[in-house]
């Protein structure tokens, strides 16, 4: 029976052990939590004649569905959300976020650059 006792108690020793190495290990100043949000550069271009619209800087990866007007760089049309050479329209305006936008209209416009796909 004692060797039973002292068998136990090493077993409990020991995972004690195990367990105050993980947690040594997660209080060692690991951040968990806010991630730093991605910004890409792309350019923007008319999806009929190529001509550049924007230079945009994009927040985090996945394909492009709105312009933020603070993210555009560079603006190459007129303001009027049209093709300054061929007059197709390529977005809309919207607000996402009580932020001012350019919302894309899918297909009008080429993506280059990188977007973190
Ligand atoms: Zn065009």
Known sequence: MNTGSIKN???TNYTYYK???INNSLGGGVVVGRKKIKEFVIKILCAKCSTP???YKK???G???KCYVEGILKDYTN???ECPKCGQQFARLAKYHNRPAHKIIQGKVIVKGHCGK
């Open 59 to 61: 927040e985090g990866p």
């Open 79 to 81: 303001g009027n959300l």
């Open 53 to 55: 619209l924007y230079i």
């Open 63 to 65: 394909s492009l569905v």
């Open 9 to 11: 108690k090493k077993v």
């Open 19 to 21: 367990l105050s190495l």
